[in-house]
């Protein structure tokens, strides 16, 4: 059972790249997240999904694209990279939009 | 909306000694309360959380928390520190309107020896 994992841990981006990050979870659970992580903010919403197929805009998604096509899996795109985008990007997933299970993490870096 | 607020962004604690971290939140209901410690290079792993009912919350690891409505806060606690616990601590608060959590900004905790 490997919970959620992420993919890949570490990225150089130069601005204007394009780049997707993937998140699969094994626990069949319905909710699924992306955060950002950045110095003295603590963890901000990008986007979510309540559900296969669906998707939200949370605290921050300017800039971000989701998609849900499979349960398992949360894709979260950005399709031209800026250096405000440099961050560390944590996936998460739930059964009840409370209880949410963390992956490793992706550090992501914008030149 | 809801919040929170973690008022110390660094906390240093002799290894055997007791912590409390602290934690407030403001929110017009009952709030759903959560713990969350991040060790480094790592994600984000649950010690505990208040929906409702008893107010000291036990947690693993041997931490607990204590909901204190009229103070708005719900501050964890240890007895007695690890080296290992060293880590950084957050607190997020939910709510049953919405599907996000929001989260502090985290607390650095380091352990002397």
């Known amino acids: 059972n490997a919970g959620v994992t992420q993919t890949p841990k570490f990225r150089v981006l130069k601005t204007g790249q394009s780049m997707t990050l993937l998140c699969a979870q094994d626990?069949?659970?319905?909710?699924m997240y992306w955060y950002r992580q950045d110095p003295g903010m603590g963890l901000r919403l990008i986007h979510y999904s309540v559900g296969e197929g669906t998707t939200a805009k949370g605290e921050v998604p300017d800039g971000y694209n989701v998609s849900r096509l499979k349960k398992q899996n949360f894709l979260l795109g950005l399709e031209s990279a800026a250096p405000s985008q440099t961050s560390v990007y944590f996936c998460?997933?739930?059964?009840?939009?409370?209880?949410?299970?963390f992956g490793p993490g992706t550090r992501l870096t914008v030149t | 909306a809801q919040s929170v607020t973690q008022p110390d962004i660094h906390i240093t604690v002799s290894e055997g000694a007791s912590l409390e971290l602290r934690c407030n939140y403001s929110y017009g209901a009952t709030p759903y309360l959560f713990w969350y410690v991040q060790s480094p290079g790592q994600g984000l792993q649950l010690l505990l959380k208040y929906f409702s009912g008893d107010t000291l919350v036990q947690g693993i690891k041997g931490f607990e928390a204590e909901f204190k409505r009229s103070q708005s806060s719900f501050n964890l606690r240890k007895p007695s520190v690890h080296w290992s616990d060293a880590a950084e601590y957050f607190c997020?608060?939910?709510?049953?309107?919405?599907?996000?959590?929001?989260f502090g900004k985290g607390t650095s905790l380091l352990v002397t020896p």
């Open positions: 998460a997933s739930s059964w009840d939009f409370y209880e949410q299970y």
């Open positions: 997020a608060v939910g709510s049953n309107s919405g599907y996000a959590l929001n």
């Open positions: 626990m069949n659970h319905e909710y």
